[in-house]
């Protein structure tokens, strides 16, 4: 088409008159930006490139980034990924060939955005984000996602939500929230990480994550400087009793000193707690992961230490009676996978007994029939929600108010393998979620989310409502 076919197809005469004639009524006094600006307007609002390449995530190891084009700009996004992953959730997609990264090059996802991807979303509102994703789930044409990967599929969803939102000139997490018809925005409550154990460290902490909760903050500001301190005072009393060397950190930050027992870590972050002043403010949070200790129907807390006897397993009942005493003992408020992802009846019985929020992790997978079969069995009360375990910002939406219906909590998660993006941040915004967990309130991938929800509460001003006393509520 020549230029002029253009300029008439358009009608752009008129549209450059109507924008003078704009300027001079506004009496702006800069008419070539403001004339720009609204020409900006009557650019239509499409899809024009989608690129992906291969990056590495906080572990070193490859994952997806995506940058997309539209007529308002690049707009660039990234895939977390983890280290749990189970038959139910959406299939990340790795090369496979030893001799390349171990085996975990994403090439082949990276290939799939750049031929397959691309072409079928070049022209694309992406404004429409739920035509978006459905148009990547129709072209994968698998129940998990399997043949274009979850990863290549979740960098350009998120991607095309950041673009979404630069088409319509409203902060990423206001457009999540008109595209869930949430009306209520809320900043969450952070779970922030002060141990490690698990598959996440090298120590003989058995459980994965012993956390802090500022339920008792003002605003998420007051939040981050509580987890901060708390985690330096920790740092401090990690360091008296270990010697600096205790103080290295895990996967997600938290402090991996050589302790051998839950109560072990539970008495060094109670004392951190004690040094900060803030102690009724901060409750407990365990990630138990017991999925990782589970042999048969019993459990085995000894399973990282060299002396382990193999005599000493735990039935899932003295399971829940050691659940129950550290509830007493400690103020823990929440548990995380307490049992084995398929001991259903175990994780009913303790769910049932009320003394905490009990989130599902491994147990839930973030997979829709998982949830539904939970809150019918009542298996548990809380969603911890995985973007990429599921692959799409519109499917992410629809099991966050899955969960929401059955009131329970939702939790929205990082991934150990995680990288600079903030999406969830906002995402946990936008969808009112009330609690997110980012790992340690320290290393630069876990803080983007932090720090951007900083920004975000500065951005909301005297509408920014910290949900607080509230957090089990979402
Ligand atoms: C978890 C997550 C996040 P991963 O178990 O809650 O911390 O771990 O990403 O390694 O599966
Ligand atoms: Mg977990």
Known sequence: MSVQEYLDKHALSRKIEDAVNAAVRAKTPDPVL????????????????????QILDSRGIPTVEVDLYTNKGMFRASAPS??????????????????????NGVSRAVRNVNEKISEALIGMDPTLQSQIDQAMIDLDRTEKKGELGANAILAVSMAACKAGAAEKEVPLYKHIAVLSGNTNLSLPIPAFTLLSGGKYAGNFLPVKQIMILPIGARQFEEALQMGSETYHHLKAVISKKYGTDGCSVGEDGGFAPSITSIREGLDLVKEAIGRTGYSEKLKIAIDVDATEFCIGTKYDLDFKSPNNSGQNFKSGEDMINIYKDLCADYPIVSIEDPFDKED???????????????????????????????????ACNALLLKVNQIGTVTEAIEIVKLAKDAHWGVVISQR???????????????????????????????????????????????????????????
């Open 344 to 378: 259903w009846e175990h994780a009913k019985h303790f769910s049932n007994l009320g003394i905490c929020q009990v989130v599902g992790d491994d147990l839930l997978m973030s997979n829709t029939k998982r949830i539904e079969r939970a809150v019918q069995e009542s």
């Open 82 to 103: 983890g280290a749990s992953s189970g038959m139910y959730e959406a299939i990340e997609l790795r090369d496979g060939d030893k001799g390349t990264y171990l085996g």
């Open 34 to 53: 403001f004339i720009s600006n609204h020409m900006k307007k009557s650019v239509p609002s499409m899809i024009t490139k989608v690129k992906a390449r």
């Open 416 to 474: 150990s393998g995680e990288t600079e993006d903030a999406f969830i941040a906002d995402l946990c915004v936008g969808l009112a979620v009330s609690q997110i967990k980012a790992g340690a309130p320290c290393r630069g991938e876990r803080l983007a989310k932090y720090n951007q929800l900083l920004r975000i509460e500065e951005d909301l001003g005297d509408q920014a409502v910290y949900v607080g006393d509230d957090w089990r509520l979402s």
